[in-house]
């Protein structure tokens, strides 16, 4: 698979109707990677929808899909995404036994593996593991719930990363997710984030594919900044 390019936005289908999903993955079609949430009313408190649905969503969707598992044992549930043909699955570091040996299995099944990280959980023990990992995502709101006011107090961790990235000569991507939206994506990108995931910033709007559009020219102003 051609991999697209940075920047990417990725549009959480969190925010979209979940009893016309097949229509409001079509209207993502203009955007890189559909974010798919799952959530497991126990490692954050709310519930979403579990393989059988993502499945479909797999068949369905335009664009490859960027799992997001806000689950606890990933260790356990993670490989099942991957095999049902996630081009990306992400598993939370706080809730991972064996982060490393978990990407590594994400990767042996072909997806791209990512960790992602909550507010308040430091990065530093990331930085000798960049390698290990395709993407990292530097959570911008408390997971859980879309529609939340984006977290600035978060783009420290990220401008480390990019740091530690660029002096490791490393490719991971680096992923933000929460709040994104037209008056904030700027500041991730300057930070150094390549990969935004988006929810109520696209579904919101009437016109979506002008808004993926719109945040993908954005990010790209503020990566000229960074
Ligand atoms: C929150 C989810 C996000 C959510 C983002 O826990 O991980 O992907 O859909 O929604 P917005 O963009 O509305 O903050
Ligand atoms: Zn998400």
Redesign the pocket.
Known sequence: MDLPRAPRINP?I??ADFVNMQAELARIATADFA?V?V?DNHF?PNLTFGPQMVQRIQETSPVPLDV?L?ITDPDRWAPGYAELGAASVTFHLEAAGEPVALARRLRDIGARAGVAVKPATPVEGLFDLLDEFDQILV?T????????GFLPETMPKLQALSAEARRRGSSVWLQV?????AATIAQAAEAGADTF?????VYGADDVEAAVTRLRDLARAGSLEG
């Open positions: 959480s969190l925010a974010h949430d959530m954050v997001h806000m959570m709101v408390e997971p859980g719930f879309g529609g939340q997710d929460g709040g994104i939206s995931v988006a929810g109520s910033a």
